[in-house]
């Protein structure tokens, strides 16, 4: 491993880890490797245990089981254990920056010079849940089940939500039994990483499965080659997914999975007390302390996680670049992050999400700095401030705790004169209006998302993607990002296009000052003393083959 | 949320309205039962710390240090501690109680007012009229209370005055078979009867008599919805449909404390102790309003 890397990585690490610390994990990580499974408890190496239950109090619904026709991160947590794509994010380890790509279903692959066209021989003696080899063929049919309008099993909502995979596909081809090449009409240089994302998942389903059950209804019995099958989903209560026996790769260690939906904060930490649940995530920031002191064992990670605000340039006020960096300087982050969430998230003073090539941990921007702030606005003829109404949601998917966030900040900025009037909406109803975008007189609305591919940052500023073609919610319109986004986009050199993609993310921050980040979520998984063996990677879902449950 | 409709419909003498004596007949009664008074009393110190709250609140309920976030019961400067944000409890509370009681009596007072109008006609006329009301009032019936509530404010948009309006949109049911079901056991008595022989219009029946002995159970019905009011609107600013952040709500306040149960439950259970007395606070002086304006109490 490189310095640089190394040094990168520590950078990344949780606050408080310290040289030697990583060091002694990264040696656990080694011995991983060697067959004996690093473990949150010191790096103590521990025999798994075969087989048992493993609950997870899930905070929120997962959507329909298909991977290739949903995206959220709740439901990725429940397809990732049960699909495989051709690559993979691997996310056995804690101790990287950034999630490895990973051959999964794929051995190895090459991409054209030109960019134009990607070869992949597959893995042999694979097979689907239902016995279904899976070979080039199989995956020509689940291909063009995502790209081919006009094949007999094209399906558009899986289309849709894997256009930002299959847009500029223009052929999937069985070259033999195991070779599988995909073309394209324009080089696209996050392809690989844009295939591990939770929106639209391009993971292989089985052909006979969908030729039996017909594109929507595979949902309801889904099948894929992943190392745990489906039992059962009864819609709002749990989904059970149980050890594939006939899995290509290493067993899991427990024989079954149970997905427990359990929304509300307080009664998933009541369920993990109980030991109705063996962990779950997103705890309330105020009980992490007395978790730990009950020996229940907490995880974090750098996720690719921002919680920001969409800015309106459509509104009167936000209009001004001036109201817009003052905004920026109106809300103690630092302080939010130690007394408000408890240390459970730090600050973000940028749109590029951490887990990503072109995050730098050390960029800052702004500073919190009341006086400059009000001096802006004055700049901006608004001395006496202004009023203005912000959007957020009363829970949601990654939303952390919305409105004691929102209040907290509307605080800050009535202090420099920005007086916010909040509007709360229930999740659904919230999503719903990001499709309408921010009208005139609504100067924010509040998400907080991110991904391990820098893609991200096109999918949430590029000028087309305005509603309700996309989730460009504030209108940001510069044609100057959107032509360093297509050069982004076609430059193959990883380290020349994390480069053109912070040259993006320095004009968004500081010429425009258009999106409003607040902190990035340190992901907090908290687990019962019996569960050994679970990962918490840098990504926003996780596997749960290496866990295992003690007696 | 179900709510028992059925009460006993206890009629008072037709001579209630007109003897000159019958209110203070009737406040004797009320001033002797002890639990009413006390209701009473809680209700009109709540309602007086509500209105003098820019007097007696020690802080501004809306400004909060993070510094004294979760301070204890008993912390000097904040007797009741301080919540989430680092707002004084108390502070919250005595603002608080603007919402709380206006959300808690508002739609009830509206609805109780518009139940009396359709309950006295579907009462009254009987026939095609009254099945009309009541069948459409019959639907309303076939969804749970909150799920119809939520459904309103999701179409007309979130905010207070929004919640208050559909509160009382989905009470109307309730408290309109309330007053018909005592419209048509007291239009069948005999002073009634008597009253139409003597030639009484059907207005004079509906004025003179039915609705001075109307009023009586539908007061008492609408003192006990207030507390649960108080719980529904809280429920709806928990969904992001009512009362918006930073509003003081002692609904609102029990909602946020829950994220902080286990390491500070006052900030969640002293305002659900609020709710819990005021609501009985209501129901007690419903019971003493019952025994009151009850003429066989009161021999």
Known sequence: ?551 | MPISTTLVVKTAMPQLRRSPSAFAQAARVFLRDRQAVLGLLIIAITAGAALAAPLISPYDPLTAEGAVRLAPVGTPGHVLGTDEQGRDILSRLIWGGRTSLMVGILPTVAAGIVALGLGLVAGQLGGVVDHVIMRVLDVFFAFPLVLLAIAIVGVIGPGMGNQMFALAVVLVPYSTRVVRTATLSIKSLEFVESARALGAGSGRLLGRHLLPNVLPPLLVYTSTLVGMMIVASAGLSFLGLGVQPPTPDWGVMVGNGRLVLYRAAHVATIPGIVIVIAALAFNFVGDGLREALDPRARR
Request: hydrophobic share 40%; with cysteine; net charge neutral.
């Open chain 1, 1 to 551: 491993m490189d310095p640089e890397k190394i040094d990168l990585m520590l950078r990344m690490l949780p606050d408080g880890v310290s040289r030697r610390d990583f060091l002694r994990t990264a040696a656990a990580g080694a011995a991983g490797a060697a067959g004996v499974l690093a473990t949150p408890d010191g790096g103590r190496a521990q025999t798994p245990k075969k087989g048992g239950t493993l609950v997870y109090g899930m905070e929120g619904p997962s959507d329909i089981l298909d991977p290739q026709a949903t995206g959220c991160w709740l439901t990725y947590r429940v397809t990732f254990q049960m699909f495989e794509g051709l690559l993979a994010e691997d996310l056995t380890r804690a101790d990287v920056a950034i999630p490895s790509v990973i051959p999964r279903l794929a051995e190895s692959y090459t991409v054209a010079k030109d960019g134009l066209s990607r070869t992949f021989k597959l893995r042999k003696g694979v097979k689907f849940h239902d016995g279904t080899p899976f070979n080039a063929q199989a995956a020509v049919f689940s291909w063009e089940r995502m790209y081919k309008k006009g094949a007999p099993h094209f399906y558009a909502r899986a289309n849709s939500y894997t256009s930002y995979v299959v847009e500029y596909i223009t052929g999937a081809e069985a070259v033999d039994e195991y070779t599988l090449k995909l073309t394209f009409s324009k080089p696209y240089a996050e392809w690989e990483r844009m295939t591990l994302q939770s929106w639209g998942e391009p993971m292989m389903v089985s052909p006979t499965q969908v030729k039996k059950t017909g594109n929507e209804k595979f949902a309801d019995a889904p099948i894929g080659t992943g190392p745990f099958k489906f039992v059962e989903n009864v819609p709002g209560d749990r989904i059970v997914l149980e050890r594939f026996k006939e899995y290509w790769g290493p067993q899991p260690n427990v024989d079954k999975l149970v997905f427990r939906r359990l929304d509300d904060p307080a009664a998933r930490v009541a369920a993990l007390r109980t030991g109705e649940v063996d962990f779950i995530l997103a705890p309330p920031p105020d009980e992490v302390e007395a978790l730990g002191k009950e020996k229940f064992q907490v995880l974090q990670s750098n996720a690719p996680h921002i919680w920001y605000w969409h800015v309106n340039m459509k509104d009167d006020k936000f209009k001004d670049v001036r109201v817009r960096k003052a905004l920026q300087m109106s809300v103690d982050k630092d302080r939010m992050c130690k007394e408000l969430l408890r240390g459970t998230a730090k600050p973000a003073w940028s749109m590029i999400s951490p887990a990503t090539a072109a995050y730098d941990p050390n960029y800052k921007p702004y500073s919190y700095d009341p006086d400059k702030a009000k001096a802006l606005l004055k700049d901006a003829g608004l001395a006496n401030g202004f009023e203005t109404t912000f959007w957020t949601s009363t829970s949601g998917s990654g939303q952390m705790i919305p409105v004691p966030m929102a209040e907290w900040i509307q605080r800050d900025l009535a202090k420099v004169g920005i007086r916010v009037k909040l509007e709360t909406f229930d999740w659904i109803t919230y999503l719903a209006k990001m499709f309408q975008g921010l009208r005139p007189g609504h100067g924010a609305y509040q998400l907080s998302w991110g991904m391990t591919s820098n893609f991200w940052i096109d999918i949430v500023a590029r000028s087309t993607r305005q509603p309700d073609k996309g989730v460009n919610v504030g209108w940001y319109a510069n044609p100057k990002v959107d032509n360093l986004l297509d050069t982004a986009r076609a430059e193959l050199d990883d380290k020349k296009r994390a480069a053109v993609y912070k040259q993006i993310d320095r004009i968004i921050m500081e010429e425009d000052a258009s999106f409003f980040p607040i902190c990035n979520d340190l992901n907090l998984v908290v687990l019962s003393p019996k569960v050994k063996g679970f990962v918490n990677p840098p990504e926003e879902w996780f596997q749960l083959w290496t866990p295992w449950v003690e007696a």
